[in-house]
């Protein structure tokens, strides 16, 4: 672990019980991924900068400080890398929390503490073929706490469909927003596609402003020539999409086959999709050379 401003062992980085990032949710967090690439024995770190970048934007909306710019921040990261020998595919949970250990919760005046942890992580959802249902749940709206935050707090939210879905016999919950727009999933953003035209819900509509979604729309705009409209987008259409897809982080591309009981497109992963999702892999695991700005070798 890097935990406040030291390289630790994991069981050596501790907080107390009454730390108020723990009792009240009041911190953010980022997820990364570093791709391992077998053909070369290397490790790509993917999209570091702009990572860092959506945490030092989402602790200011939180009154938080990250102690360090964004480059250094990749710089820790490589090295915990390093430290931690990671020769497969990892994760990287940087997270941002109130310290203070005294019960009551504000967001000012409290000192923040900042850790990095690295995991071994495959498939975090099917990417062969998703059933998906729409939740009861609906997306918390930015009238209520900052959904673009990556706010620890508002995660009960998605833990809350996540659960739903699991337990009815689902891969994955797509929530609504208030409003009944299409918003997300637990933890991906969405996509659909109907006539060659890809859409995906808009910034406004609550949606967490993912890293892959925007790299994804750069890759229908610049390889596949196809136009990608970010707008709002109603339950229904997902009914009639010729494809759906969830995409993030942890879920990379997953392909939706069924929401809510009806086959998308004819129930396979669609022609679009498999074919963004073969560009993605090439991208990210450091195999086309187009995209090196896109990942960073870690050895
Ligand atoms: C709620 C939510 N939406 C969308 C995403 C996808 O964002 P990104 O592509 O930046 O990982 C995530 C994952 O981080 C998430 O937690």
Redesign the pocket.
Known sequence: MYFDGEFRRYEDARIGLLTQGLNYGTGCFE?IRAYWNRERGQLYGLWLPEHYERLHRNARALQMRVPHPVEELCEITVELLRRNECRETTYVRPLLFKAAEEIGFRLHDIPDSFAIATSPMGDYVPTNGMRCMVSSWRRISDTMAPPRS?CTGIYIN?ALAKSEALQAGFDEAIMLTDSGHVC??????TFLIRKGVVSTPAAADN??E????QGLIHLFREEMGIEVVERSVQRSELYGADEVFM????AQIAPVVEVDRRMVGDGEPGPLTLKVQELFRRAVTGTDPKYAEWVRPIW
């Not at 997300?184 to 953003?189: C, D, K, P, Q």
């Open positions: 997820g990556k998605s997300e999933g637990s933890g991906e953003n949606i967490l993912g890293i892959t979604r995409c993030g982080t942890g």
